[in-house]
């Protein structure tokens, strides 16, 4: 019954959508300029009556210009295949129509709701961006969601004293726009440029201290536990490192207890953050330079905290874990082999 009702969706939305096709020759429908910054440059795109879709499924993201799919533009697409969604189903929404302009922070890789994705892919487009934005007296930002209280609260930092529209990706899959304001994407879903994230960091931190958010120097050597998290892995022994840690002088940090911006500052004031592989310690993106960074990882696991913190200028120690209850997610690590690294 499924792949019955798949099939009539199917020739129902192909005859109101018609079929979908990859142009390469994005420049017949829209206008670019090129930015830099630090050492990087960047392309700033201009597409009228542009429409953009997620496809939640395979997780990427088109722009489309009628029925032409513009690959140079789009997000996760590269080696499509026929066999996509895309060309096979087609589209089986209906596409809303929002008969004004927008400027869209939409990226790739789940950043709709990965901390780590939001902070590095996401928010690094709004800098990019910049000029853009500030010539927008009423502002429409399309956004990949805004479910979350981060997503809310970094938002906050850039569009104080403006009229803003956030539109979310997620609950409008299929949109056409009478302009879509976009810049080019980045390598690996990650914005990996100093000069670039320094002045994210520094306007978040800028809105920090206008709120009076400061603390005292308990947050001198923190570590980052994960009792929080909503992927499981842990430490097997988490409750003994923590009473050595502490021992150590070390402040055992539970981040789902602060704002986004109480974060960026606790991070800040650190001068040594120790954690497991995980979405929080994307936060070392407010330390200072030279900040002692200790990974917990595996590795088995991505190396994205050690790129960050060489882009960052931190220094970047691991303790490599090979011990891995798979079955609860429990990762085996003795004191003697912390002990080495703090």
Avoid at 139 to 165: A, H
Avoid at 263 to 281: D, R
Avoid at 287 to 293: A, L, R, V
């Amino acid at each position: 019954m499924k792949s019955i009702y798949r099939e009539i969706l199917k020739h129902i939305f192909v005859k109101i959508n018609k079929p979908f096709f990859l142009s390469k020759n994005y420049k017949n429908f829209c206008l670019e300029k090129q930015i830099s910054i630090g050492k990087k440059k960047y392309k700033i795109y201009y597409l009228n009556d542009g429409k953009i879709y997620m496809d939640s499924s395979e997780s990427k993201y088109f722009y489309i210009y009628k029925n032409s799919i513009l690959p140079k533009l789009s997000i996760d697409i590269e080696g499509i295949k026929n066999s996509s969604n895309i060309f096979k189903y087609g589209i089986n929404k209906f596409c809303k129509n929002f008969n004004f302009e927008t400027v869209s922070i939409v990226s790739g890789r789940d950043a709709k709701d990965n901390y780590y994705h939001w902070l590095i892919d996401v928010l690094p487009r709004v800098i990019i961006l910049e000029s853009e934005l500030k010539k927008k007296k009423d502002l429409n930002l399309l956004v990949p969601d805004l479910n979350n209280s981060y997503q809310k609260e970094s938002l906050s930092c850039f569009f104080k004293n403006k009229q803003t529209n956030f539109i979310s990706l997620k609950e409008n899959k299929f949109s056409k726009f009478k302009k879509i304001v976009m810049c080019s994407n980045n390598e690996n879903y990650e914005y990996l440029n100093f000069h670039l994230l320094s002045k994210l960091k520094n306007k978040i931190l800028i809105k920090a201290k206008k709120k009076k958010i400061f603390f005292n120097r308990d947050f001198k050597k923190i570590y980052i536990s994960r009792s929080d998290a909503r992927n499981k892995r842990s430490l097997k022994n988490n409750q003994k490192i923590e009473n050595f840690l502490i021992k150590r002088g070390f402040k055992i940090v539970v981040l789902s207890k602060f704002s986004f911006l109480e974060k960026a500052v606790i991070f800040n004031q650190a001068k040594v953050v120790l954690g497991l592989h995980g979405a929080g310690l994307a936060n070392i993106l407010f330390s200072k330079k030279k900040t002692k960074i200790i990974e917990i990882t595996s590795p088995k696991w991505p190396n994205m905290f050690e790129r960050l913190s060489k882009c960052l200028m931190l220094t970047y120690k691991k303790i490599n874990v090979n011990k891995i209850d798979k079955k609860d997610n429990l990762v085996n690590l003795s004191i003697p082999k912390i002990e080495k690294f703090i």
